[in-house]
Nanobody
Framework: QVQLVESGGGVVQPGGSLRLSCAGS????????IGWFRQAPGGEREGVSC????????YYADSVKGRFVMSRDNAKNTVYLQMNNLTPDDAAVYYC??????????????????WGQGTQVTVSS
C-alpha cells in the first residue's frame, strides 16, 4: 500500500521543540518534491517547508524560517521536520505530502497529490 505516515506530534510548551517524521511506505521517496504543510482549526492549509528530492535543497515559509529544519534519511525512506522555538501560532495538524509534478520547489498544496494522515502539534503552557 502506497502511503505517507507522519509521526512525532504532541503537546509542547512555548519555546519547546518537536521533530516530526514522515515515512514513505510502499514506494521510495524519490519524487521531485516532498513538503510539510499545516492546518489550524478554521484555517487554510499552509505550506511550511519543501525538500527538493533532486538536489536536496530545502525551502521554508517566512513564518518558520530560522526555526524549522527539514531533512531526509534515504536509508530509512523518511523525511523529518525539526521544529524549534515553537509558539502557539505553530499549533496545527501537520501533514507531509509528495509531488510528482513540482519543478524545483513549491509550497502550494494544490501541487501535491499524495498526503499523509496528519499529526497534531499543540503548543500550550
Amino acid at each position: 500500500q502506497v502511503q505517507l505516515v507522519e509521526s512525532g506530534g504532541g503537546v509542547v510548551q512555548p519555546g519547546g521543540s518537536l521533530r516530526l517524521s514522515c515515512a514513505g511506505s510502499g514506494f521510495r521517496l524519490r519524487y521531485p518534491a516532498i513538503g510539510w504543510f499545516r492546518q489550524a482549526p478554521g484555517g487554510e492549509r499552509e505550506g511550511v517547508s519543501c525538500l527538493s528530492m533532486t538536489d536536496g535543497s530545502a525551502y521554508y515559509a517566512d513564518s518558520v524560517k530560522g526555526r524549522f529544519v527539514m531533512s531526509r534519511d534515504n536509508a530509512k525512506n523518511t523525511v523529518y521536520l525539526q521544529m524549534n522555538n515553537l509558539t502557539p501560532d505553530d499549533a496545527a495538524v501537520y501533514y507531509c505530502a509528495l509531488s510528482t509534478t513540482v519543478v524545483g520547489w513549491s509550497l502550494q498544496a494544490v501541487e501535491y497529490g499524495l498526503w499523509g494522515q496528519g499529526t497534531q502539534v499543540t503548543v500550550s503552557s
